[in-house]
């Protein structure tokens, strides 16, 4: 198929080239000079493919997304087809598609998961939208995905695509703070040598075999004690919204919470509570707290 | 009545004090020669006592209350009765009542709960042992607990009443990382003006009124933004034992574990874990954490 | 000062009750019958006040808040005055000010707090809106807050008023989840003979002692081992938008969160959570449970 | 190697056929007459071992590992060897060895993971002991662990098995419960059509992929809303004892923490905080909760 990718960062980048080695045809926008873009403007994309056109988005979430969309909506006609696979917040999504539908515009959004490895591993895919737009766009997603039964999933209808990537990022978030737990428990305790290789070695045969404790293990080749890595970590939004979007579905997400907490607090954001726990054990015990 | 106290200082000291005012005829020892102590050793101590000798142990908890108890223990003889008043976990009374048992020496323990304030405001006491030992000592408790019908139980057996001053500190710990939970997001709002004053203003007619609120209303008016106390806060055993014992018990305590992780956390002890954490990220999508 | 009450059910009634006695001209209106009002339709209630009106609206938060704004726009007049006294989310009250601004309809916010209480005790009132209002305000307020020093606050701006109510009621969460917390605890412990008459001890001279704890021993007059109480609570929504609220300024409530979520849990919010947990346990270790 | 299995269950039993089949001899006992044990007793094991014997104890913690290890303390003589490989709390494993030591005896702690699958996949081996010892054993643990490099470690002294094993089920139980939030999320959304579809197609280039997705994903395949799955789970130690030695540590672990709550609250464990939190909103609110 023809698709014109706009964003070609490390995810949009990658998807283009893998894209292309697919064997599609793919127009590559970004508004750096320097990105290797084959046109210098929207309007450039737009005219470089033929009706009906597919683009697809990747660029950051937000007003950059909201901003591309808009422009798009004035520059594409009807029966073309825009994709959104950012980190666009799933409540956004049925504004733009009502916006884009009104002028005829069809629109999907699709979570891409994957990282810097998902050109050679394939990017995990879930997409929101109607089946029609699914398998008209079929192609283009059996490219990206890995080459096996699993990757590829049309979740629910517009919106559907970003709250499964959203609650997949939340999972994620999860996953990691148990390791990071589990890793800072041990670095404390005598019994145990080297936490790095007590780790490496769950890699087989472990309950906690995954692809996160893959990495993990590649980066304590270079670094097992992690004194390079500061304590800081922060947070991209999704772990957030899921949050958010659990909290009015009645659904505890204690343990999402704590991991995106830990990334909140290591950025300062419970200073003021201690504030007042030290200012209230100050009052009533003559506590004094040094710094 | 004739007691002993061992420690004086801000709790054994004004306790002491209380007591005295209260009639009570008090033998105060310290190791520090400035503690304005009446006798300078255990020995002395114990000799300037009558029999049935009554002694309360106003030290450190762990070692240094080990240590006093033992060489009571030696000192003492059948028929006389030790206090521990201190902040002794629960699980250690059962211990020294054996001990102590076996020579005849009777026991009891005594949470103290009331800071600074509790010389004038009185002090609430939670008591283990027999009640056959509780009224034998309920003078010295009459006198040390508020002027009103509470602030003096007999929780239970020996460990019951360091068992319930645990519970209590626990509590305390929610009471406050909840207050400093909120003035924290009042704080980063531009929809309040002065967080301070909003929770001054709720001395009166809330919900939330409390003798916590009352200590942070009062250093308010010193500091209205807290900024001259460092975010972090120190832990004093408590509510983690309060933390263990539910865990044991199958009682899920996750709002005074959230107080507990948060000091915790304040004095670096989550730090490995964010390193995991931003290690992770790093490999999976090329993020780097500035420090 | 004349004022309309719209709303005469738990609180408004009280509040309006207390405002006569203070000396104010109370016309109140509530869509029962039966409700004591003194007008039957939001018409009468206009027709019965001198301009400028002073409407108080005392329903629930969401649409009958909203409806009932939407029709005062309609009847009131440029100079009128509408206060929303019920627990409306703040983000609400932006749109609420803008929409009667336009038409010259002043508008503020009063979070209030005391419950049933409130008729004798006084109300804590938080209000969002302007000093010249405030001020203009200010013989109602001071009827309804306690006969003290406290008790009344100018939050902030239009929405200050609710969110420092909101705050008020995430902290309340977090209070009750850790008296609760305590209380559970000390149900399994032996060491605890009547953890009823723990609790009630401390409300003297201890540092948890507070208006909530005062409710508490009240209730364990009748029933000290809250048998008759349900393992269930709902929540009323402000304990979640502070989390929300706090989510976006990148503030953990981990204690908040901690005192909703077991609400939420308890009416069923965590049972597909557990569902998987049981599931995996079940594929890897050949793991049964039974129900 | 010869070896003796004691406890012939699910894991031992797995095991005595995964090292018969590697060349080993091994020489099985259970308490059961119908576990296809060689020997009905522990003086037959015993006595058809040839010196320096070796002996594997695969029985429940606690009790059962308690006795059996005594009793093999009695019947074994200097310079042979035991293998704790149960789930026994790592602080249990200093006095076993103490207690061995004394007469000669060597002992190892080694924690095990793999389940049932462990059979074919090779069990993640974690040894605690002397790195003298780990190479006398390493016969028997390179059959054991899986046919790749990773799966066996040594942790530490002896102890350090059993901790690196109870940290490891520690975030086994965190991401069970980050799995379990993200499909609870996606059950009570509209935007998603068939949660169990949208979790299975993460086998594949995501960065949740893991071995436990993978079974999840299995169980899927019958049962994709998991109705059949009670909404309990029950909770095996390891976590707890894990979130008990963080707490010692000053290591915050409120994932882990997350999860276990999650499986307590699901036995009751959270009834009782309920009910004080009911009993305080029915009195200052007004509030009944009906069950």
């Known amino acids: 198929m023809q698709i014109g990718m706009i964003g070609l960062g490390r995810m949009g980048g990658n998807m283009a080239k893998r894209l292309t080695a697919g064997g599609h045809q793919v127009v590559g926008y970004d508004m750096s000079p320097d990105s290797g873009r084959d046109v210098d403007s929207l309007e450039a994309l737009v005219a470089a493919l033929d009706a009906p056109r597919v683009v697809w988005v990747m660029v ?12 798009l909506g004035e520059l594409l006609e009807a029966g073309d087809m825009i994709v959104d696979g950012g ?18 515009i069809r629109f999907m959004d699709c979570g891409v998961s994957g990282g810097v490895w998902g050109i050679d591993r394939g990017y995990a895919l879930m997409v929101g939208g109607s ?15 890995p080459n096996d ?10 919106g559907g695509g970003h709250f499964a990537k959203m609650v997949h990022n939340g999972i994620e978030y999860g996953m990691m703070q148990a ?3 589990g890793f800072a428990t041990m670095v404390r305790s005598d019994l145990i040598d080297d936490p790095a290789a007590v780790m490496t070695s769950w890699k087989s045969g472990s309950v906690v075999g995954s692809w996160l404790l893959d990495l993990l293990a590649n980066a304590f080749k270079d670094d097992p004690t992690l004194e390079s890595m500061p304590p800081v970590a922060n947070e991209s939004g999704e772990a957030k919204w899921m949050i958010e979007a659990a909290l009015e579905l009645g659904v505890p997400t204690p343990a999402t919470a704590a991991a995106l907490y830990a990334r909140q607090t290591s950025r300062g954001g419970g200073d003021d509570t201690l504030r007042v726990v030290s200012t ?3 009052q009533f015990g003559g506590h004094v707290t040094k710094a």
Do not use: Q, S, W
């Open 60 to 71: 950051p979430a937000g007003k950059p997304t909201d901003d591309t969309i808009t422009r």
């Open 87 to 104: 980190n666009t917040r799933y409540v956004d999504d049925a504004r733009h598609a009502e916006e884009l539908g009104r002028l005829g």
């Open 131 to 145: 089946k029609e737009d699914f398998e008209f766009m079929r192609p283009i997603y059996e490219t990206l995905k």
């Open 149 to 158: 039964d699993h990757g590829l999933v049309l979740a629910g209808p517009v």
């Open 179 to 181: 390791f990071g737990e």
């Open 280 to 282: 209230m054990r100050a």
